[in-house]
């Protein structure tokens, strides 16, 4: 039998409470809704490590944070070389393997070949067409696997879920029709206020707006936008006859704070907001048509749940397990609790079961939140409601259970902690950890979208033709 071809729709900051197959009321991704349809949906699947570098370490990878060594957006070096990325593994198996839209990433080693498109933009440049320049790259490219005597993987990064949320008509105002520049709506006021951000989000929200909602709705209509483009490529498989050969993945690297915890329009914080992704799966038979799978899955289990589903072995011990058994009925879940970290904005780690949600800063942060946070998911899932204070039992518990898995990961290892490791996160002059939230306040920014942009991939040029071929290798107060 040829070996099958593998396709991974790879989403930037999709928060999977905002897609109808995941419970929203609005129709934002009708043509994802039908691919799960098609396939697998897994209910519950979170991303561990916030943000980008570290959710495509372990997605990449099947390893976790110890493993990969990865925690910060701004990580310095590359992917440590103790693991091998998926595209490193397809090779060996005889794949041609692409990546679009995620060079000079360190999570993104090992492909053979390196495109890129338009991804950014300010209010200027509005509207921006980001799906559309990803399908003048990635199509060709398809056909050009396609064509190829190899079976290949199609590695395909979108960013419209991203700020900019600046979508093309009818999107912009599909999810909106009222007055985003009514001036008797406050609700924008504390977002133009927090001097971190400020100057980023005015380079780019609409000149006036009031409204958090049309903001929000820019969001959705993103969605929808990319949805509409991705059905083109998913077309394209079928009329070159790939479909009942290809593994299509569609996954989050992690979700969204649009007007949450005060965290907005961004994706830091550990609340589920940024930690619910979706993730679906089709391969005509050999996965069930809409099938849901309840259980609790992770980025870490991607890849061994790939491999096995493409029938390549490598001689390599996963942190994370497959997919194949929930699937198939034979576990309920893969991990029911686990831990949590960040290192984008703030550097904190913590740990999360079904019912409850700790989340410990390790140093203070530039929202001036509490040191210590502790939140009930099944009485209060919006986690709103801080219990750090009235349940100091709790507290204590899943800080044991917490500092019981760094010491036997760390073990196991045999290497640190990198949320404990890496000081220098947050890609300022500032050296080392911040004193108090009002340094944080003052030191850290965005600025501009063009500084943006830079932060996940600094050695990323413009253009949407470029190739490249690898080597193998708070508030004041």
């Known amino acids: 039998m040829a070996k099958r071809n593998l396709i991974l729709f790879g989403v930037d900051s999709l928060w999977a409470d905002h897609m109808n197959s995941y419970g929203y009321p609005k129709l934002t991704m009708p043509h994802i809704d039908k691919l799960a349809s098609q396939g697998v949906l897994f209910e519950r699947n979170y991303c561990p490590h916030v943000p980008t570098t570290s959710a495509y370490a372990s997605m990449l990878t099947g390893m976790d944070c110890f493993s990969t060594q990865v925690v910060a957006l701004r990580h310095k070096g ?8 998926l595209p490193e593994m397809l090779r060996v198996a005889g794949y041609d393997t692409t990546c679009v839209g995620f060079t000079g990433n360190p999570s993104s080693r090992g492909f053979d070949t390196y495109l890129d498109y338009k991804a950014w933009g300010s209010w200027e440049e509005n509207p921006l067409r980001k799906a559309e320049g990803l399908n003048d790259v990635a199509i060709p490219e398809l056909e050009r696997m396609a064509a190829g005597d190899k079976p290949f ?18 999107f912009d105002h599909m999810f909106y029709t009222g007055d985003a520049f009514d001036k008797a709506n406050k609700s924008m006021d504390p977002v133009f206020s927090f001097k971190p951000f ?20 820019l969001y959705d209509g993103a969605l929808a936008y990319m949805d509409a483009c991705i059905q083109q490529i998913l077309n394209r498989i079928d009329d070159l006859g790939l479909a009942n050969d290809t593994l299509v993945v569609f996954n989050g690297d992690h979700g969204e704070t649009l007007a949450d915890h005060d965290c907005y329009f961004d994706h830091h914080g550990t609340y589920d907001c940024t930690l619910h992704v979706p993730l679906v799966m089709r391969l005509p038979g050999r996965l069930p048509a809409g099938k849901r799978v309840p259980g609790y899955t992770t980025h870490q289990d991607l890849v061994p749940t790939v491999l096995e589903l493409l029938g390549v072995r490598p001689k390599i011990k996963f942190d994370g397990r497959s997919l194949m058994p929930l699937i198939n009925g034979k576990r309920d879940h893969n991990a029911t609790e686990f831990y949590i970290t960040e290192a984008t904005w703030m550097r904190k780690h913590g740990w999360r079961t079904p019912e409850w949600k700790l989340i410990v800063a390790l140093e203070p942060d530039f929202h001036f939140k509490p040191e210590v946070e502790l939140y009930n998911l099944v009485t209060d899932p919006g986690e709103n409601n801080n219990l750090a204070s009235k349940e100091p039992e709790v507290v204590a ?9 760094i010491a036997k990961r760390e073990k196991e290892v045999g ?6 490791t890496n000081l220098n996160w947050h890609g300022t002059d500032w050296d080392g950890p911040f004193p108090d939230s ?8 965005i600025g501009s979208v063009s500084k943006a942009r830079t932060l996940q991939a600094r050695d990323a040029k413009k ?8 080597t193998g290798k708070g508030r004041k107060k």
Do not use: C
Not at 398 to 405: G, I, N, S
Not at 463 to 470: L, N, S
């Open 198 to 217: 400020k100057n980023f989000f005015k380079s780019w929200m609409p000149p006036g707006v009031t409204d958090t909602e049309y903001i929000i709705a």
């Open 463 to 470: 253009g949407a033709k470029k190739v490249k071929k690898a």
């Open 78 to 85: 590359g992917l440590t070389e103790d693991v091998k990325t």
């Open 438 to 445: 009002q340094t944080a306040y003052d030191t850290i920014g």
């Open 415 to 420: 290497k640190t902690n990198p949320m404990f």
């Open 153 to 170: 993987f199609l590695f395909l990064r979108h960013m419209d879920p991203h700020s900019p949320y600046l979508p093309p008509p009818p």
């Open 397 to 405: 518990m899943l800080k044991a259970k917490l500092d019981a898995w």
